[in-house]
């Protein structure tokens, strides 16, 4: 009698062994899924940085820097005139034609606007909020500025180099001013576009 009745309870017992094990498989299946997605994301995070160190290698190249003379560009509050050896200078082909243009070549790159974004997210959204929305310093993403300078591309770069009040300090030796260029061209895609970040 035991005998009899012991395969079906053994296999009562594999069913549901073997139940529990494909559902198992399938909560496995659905964590690798998981890492699957989320490795590329962290990987993308990291191509992003090893980019931030050699700034906009790839978007540098089509660019044409006039013939004729740099601008005079002054600090927003001194407004002594800038001395650019003594920053971090880094003379893309970008700064180059942006000293002599006053305009950021930068401005509408899809991919420089993402790496700025990326240098933000480091270096300015601590004081300015994860989106640029305001928190110790203002909001950078709406149309009112402190410095109406600021409204130029021109401005702009001379009060992130040189600094603002108080908290706002110079990032000349904190960032390349390529490196400015770029963030300068995140800022601008969210006042041009009313848009989310370019990363993410
Ligand atoms: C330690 C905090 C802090 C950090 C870091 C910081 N800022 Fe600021 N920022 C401020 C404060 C505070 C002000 C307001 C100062 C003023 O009005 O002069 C300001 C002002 C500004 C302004 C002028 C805004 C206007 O309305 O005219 C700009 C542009 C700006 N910051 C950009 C940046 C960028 C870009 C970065 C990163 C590269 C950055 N800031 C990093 C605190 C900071």
């Not at 709406?142 to 009060?159: A, Q």
Request: net charge neutral.
């Amino acid at each position: 009698m035991y005998k009899l009745i012991k395969p079906s309870h053994t296999s009562a017992l594999m069913a549901t062994i073997l139940a529990t094990f494909l559902t198992a498989c399938q909560a496995s299946q659905q964590a690798d899924k998981t890492t699957a997605i989320t490795e590329p994301v962290s990987k993308n995070v990291q191509v992003a940085n090893a980019d931030v160190q050699t700034p906009a290698k790839a978007a540098t190249t089509d660019i044409v820097v006039d013939d004729g003379p740099d601008l005079e560009f002054r600090g927003t509050i001194s407004g002594d005139l800038l001395d650019f050896k003594d920053g971090k200078g880094d003379d893309t082909p970008a700064v180059k034609q942006f000293k002599k243009t006053g305009k950021n070549p930068y401005n509408g790159n899809e991919s420089v606007i993402k790496n700025g974004y990326t240098i933000f997210s480091t270096a300015c959204s601590g004081c300015h909020g994860h989106l640029a929305e305001g928190k110790l310093g203002p909001a950078l993403a709406d149309s009112y500025w402190t410095y109406p300078g600021n409204k130029k591309d021109k401005g702009l770069f001379e009060t992130i180099y040189a600094g603002g009040q108080g908290m706002m300090g110079p990032q000349k030796g904190l960032l390349a001013q390529d490196e400015i260029l770029q963030v300068m061209s995140w800022i601008r895609s969210l006042q041009n576009k009313d848009a989310k970040p370019a990363a993410h």
